[in-house]
């Protein structure tokens, strides 16, 4: 039966999930404050990956060791603002206890794996779908290393991937120059997941995605959701600024914002903004031909529309705090070590962005059905790995509207599993 779903938020996971429920024959309008795929959303200015990789946790067995050497480097991947500390401690803790085993990070790799493992060819039949298959490569992605050995110290990152099906090819010092001539020598020894694909242009492409569901018949209103009425287990409507609307049912995908709607819904969920930044040179001297992740620097390197973007650095603070624009030089820095070529000659016109990872100490995103109504359906929360995980989650999305077995066992991403 048609039903009029609202989706809260146009990022990649609403994009995604209002694409879905217009292919089910729903009625879709989507509530969203800003522009589709605007620089407020994390879906804008991420590292563009789309990588069946991206599996490992952060959290990790032994990370509470490393962790203190990171927050002394001024030039490290992790800060913290220290007055946020007590706020973010139960957060924390979780979030170490969540990697404090080889077992469960087992566990989050094949849950992850299961909503990554074909990320690529999802995005490219989506991409397809809307009119722009040229926004979605699949040239493979690189990790670099000075040597073998650094490669071999990340051996339970690489044994999780091979064992969730992610296979590379190894590269020695001559092939990677061969592939990569403007890549530093000081990189001998890399891997290439054939399989990874990357977006050349993410908020372009959910502009694009959002654009394509407005032409389809869904209705996009500027808004922001603020709450939900619901009676008896029953949604009634959604609160917004622009006053209440009726509808059936409600996809939640408002990124670090889906904190507080989750809990007018029903669920205290742990989710936390873990920021990052992304520097971008238009118009490089140097740069990677695959897109690269250079081991020592922490970051995606790609080439975007917009030029080489450089996107990493994780900065536990509030939502709200100013951008620390200290933490997007250290990306500049690295990629002018990176590439040498980029050294040379006047400093490049280089563009800086802020945004939020919306993230669960888990590592994992929430999907599945609000407490408070079933007819809320939750899909946010993905992390690190959001761009990569759209269109799978929306597609989850549109089964939990629909009342449909989805494909995926959605138990571990329960919101009440907290
Ligand atoms: C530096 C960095 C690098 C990253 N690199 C990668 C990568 O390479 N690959 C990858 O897969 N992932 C990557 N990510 C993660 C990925 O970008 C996110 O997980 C993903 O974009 C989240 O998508 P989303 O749709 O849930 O949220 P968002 O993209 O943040 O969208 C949420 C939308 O909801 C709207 N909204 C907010 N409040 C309300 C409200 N009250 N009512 C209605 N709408 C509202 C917002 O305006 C926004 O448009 C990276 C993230 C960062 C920060």
């Known amino acids: ?137 699949r040239q493979g992605l690189l990790y670099a290393y000075p040597d073998r050995a650094a490669f071999e110290a990340e051996a339970l990152a690489w044994r999780l991937r091979r064992d969730n099906g992610v296979r590379w090819i190894e590269i020695g010092a001559e092939e990677l120059f061969q592939r990569e001539p403007t890549l530093g020598r000081h990189y001998r020894f890399a891997v290439l997941v054939e399989d990874g694909g990357h977006c050349v242009d993410p908020g372009g492409y959910v502009a694009a995605i959002v654009a394509h569901v407005v032409g389809q018949g869904a209705t996009l209103i500027q808004a922001e959701a603020t709450g939900f009425d619901i009676a008896a287990g029953r949604l009634r409507a959604v609160t917004t600024s622009a006053g209440l609307i009726a509808c059936d049912r409600v996809v939640l995908a408002a990124g670090i914002r889906s904190k507080a709607l989750a809990r007018a819904a ?80 006047p400093l490049p016109d280089v563009a800086r962005w802020m945004g939020h990872r919306p993230s669960t100490p888990d590592g994992l995103p929430v999907l599945g059905l609000a407490s408070a109504s079933s007819d809320i359906v939750y899909a946010f929360g993905h992390g690190h790995v959001g761009l990569a995980a759209g269109p799978v989650s929306g597609r989850l999305a549109a089964d939990l509207v629909g009342g449909r077995q989805p494909g995926i066992d959605l138990k571990p991403f329960a919101a009440t599993r907290f």
């Open 1 to 137: 039966m048609p039903l009029h779903v609202v989706v809260i938020g146009s990022g990649i996971v609403g994009a995604s999930a209002a694409i879905e429920l217009l292919r089910d024959g729903h009625r879709v309008t989507i509530v969203e404050p800003g522009t589709p795929g605007g620089p407020q959303a994390a879906s804008y200015g991420n590292g563009a990956w789309l990588s069946p990789a991206s599996i490992i946790p952060m959290s990790m067995p032994g990370l509470w060791k490393k962790v203190l050497g990171y927050l002394l480097d001024p030039g490290g991947p992790l800060t913290i603002r220290w007055r946020m500390l007590p706020r973010l401690a139960p957060w924390l803790i979780r979030f170490l206890r969540a990697g404090s085993t080889v077992a469960k990070v087992e566990a989050t790799a094949r849950r992850l794996s299961s909503l990554l493992h074909d990320a690529p060819s999802r995005h490219a039949a989506l991409a397809a779908e809307i009119g722009a298959p040229d926004l979605v490569k």
């Open 266 to 345: 029903g669920d205290r969920v742990p989710l936390e903004s873990e920021r990052g930044y992304h520097v971008v040179i238009a118009d490089p001297a140097a740069g990677p031909r695959t897109p690269l992740m250079p081991s020592d620097g922490k970051m995606g390197n790609t080439m975007t529309r917009q030029g080489l973007r450089a996107a990493g650095q994780v900065e536990l603070a509030s939502v709200d705090a100013l951008p620390d624009w200290r933490r997007a030089d250290i990306l500049l820095r690295h990629l002018l070590s990176a590439y040498p070529a980029l050294d040379k000659g």
